[in-house]
Structure formats: structure tokens, C-alpha cells
């Protein structure tokens, strides 16, 4: 059974259920993790980020390809070490268990490349979130829960050359030739 995704005609703030649907898709698409072991009413939304981003790393500067995105923070806890993984390769390439520090000392490390969503996202709240997971989670909406859509450029390597300094975060990328 297909359960909708769209959060559309009320407002869902703060339950949003169809991105929790979505999140449980792509946690069994991505990590294959069961739904049964995370449950849709222990996901707790915390906010927005719209970013966009050249896929340079693949491409170079000339990319085709890119993110241009908002994406929802959600957080659930899982009990013990948590359900078991059957990685999807074509999305995970690795994993491993690391405390928050672990992870901050690990960005700062060059021999790992990071999605430039995913750090906009831990350099604006991620860790302070992460570190205070009680408060995160908390059912009737946490200090951490909001309606905003904080908006970020990507940093300086996933920028193409079709992005240009007119680009506002209310506009996509304009690339040429295309109407």
C-alpha cells in the first residue's frame, strides 16, 4: 500500500506525516531498515533547509547535474545499536557508529568527502540537536521546532558555472540555453 507523501491542502506543521512516509520509504530504499522498527509516530520534525548544490565532484565546474532542494529534519531514536542495516550500495557507499565529536573531528578531515547538504545542515543546528536529543524529541515540539526554511548557498567547490551572483534563494539556477 502506497501512503502519501504530500502534506498538502492543511497545515501539517509540526506532524507533516506524509514526509514521515517519505523518511520511512528512503530509510528501507537506502539503509534497509523495516518500518516496523521506526515507527511513524516516533519521528519528530524539527525544521527546514533549501539549498542547492553542482555536482562538481563527479562533473567539475561544467557539472549538468545538481541539488536544488528543501529538506525536512526529522529525528527518531532507535533502542540498543539500533535496527539492522542492508546497505544499498548505489546510495551508501559506507557506515559507522561515531559520537558527535567523532563526527566533527571527521568533517575536518580531507580524506572525507562530505554532501554539501548534509553539512549546511550539522554547521547550522545538526550538532547542537544531536547533542540535546531529550529536548529534540520531545512530542509536544521542542525550542529545536520551527516553521522556517533557512536557506544556504552551497560552499565553494559545489558551485557550477552556471551559477551566477544574480541567483537568489527565491529563483533556481539558470542554465543556459534552457527556457
Known amino acids: 500500500m502506497m501512503l502519501n507523501e504530500v502534506d498538502d491542502g492543511v497545515d501539517s506543521y509540526p506532524s507533516f506525516p ?13 539503509l534497509g531498515i523495516e518500518k516496523s522498527e521506526v515507527p511513524h509516530s516516533d519521528f519528530r520534525f524539527l525544521t527546514r ?14 557539472a549538468p547535474w545538481g541539488e536544488h532542494e528543501i ?9 540498543g545499536d539500533g535496527p539492522p542495516l542492508d546497505l544499498n550500495t548505489d546510495e551508501v ?12 573531528a571527521m568533517m575536518k578531515n580531507s580524506a572525507y ?7 549546511g545542515i550539522m554547521e547550522r543546528g545538526g550538532f ?3 547533542e540535546n536529543m531529550d529536548e529534540s524529541l520531545k512530542m509536544d515540539g521542542s525550542k529545536y521546532c520551527n516553521r ?3 536557506y544556504f ?26 527556457e
Open 148 to 150: 522556517d526554511i533557512t
Open 128 to 130: 547542537e540537536w544531536w
Open 153 to 178: 548557498d552551497p560552499p565553494e567547490e559545489h558551485m557550477g558555472s552556471y551559477n551566477l551572483n544574480s541567483h537568489k534563494k527565491d529563483m533556481g539556477v539558470l542554465i543556459s540555453g534552457i
Open 49 to 62: 533547509f533549501h539549498y542547492w548544490a553542482a555536482d562538481t565532484v563527479t562533473y567539475g565546474k561544467e
Open 71 to 79: 529538506d525536512y529534519v526529522l529525528f527518531i531514536k532507535c533502542d
Open 18 to 30: 506524509g514526509i514521515k512516509h517519505a523518511a520511512i520509504r528512503k530509510l528501507k530504499h537506502e
Open 93 to 104: 557507499d559506507d557506515y559507522k557508529y561515531v559520537t558527535s565529536s567523532e563526527l566533527q
Open 113 to 119: 568527502l562530505w554532501s554539501p547538504w548534509f553539512c
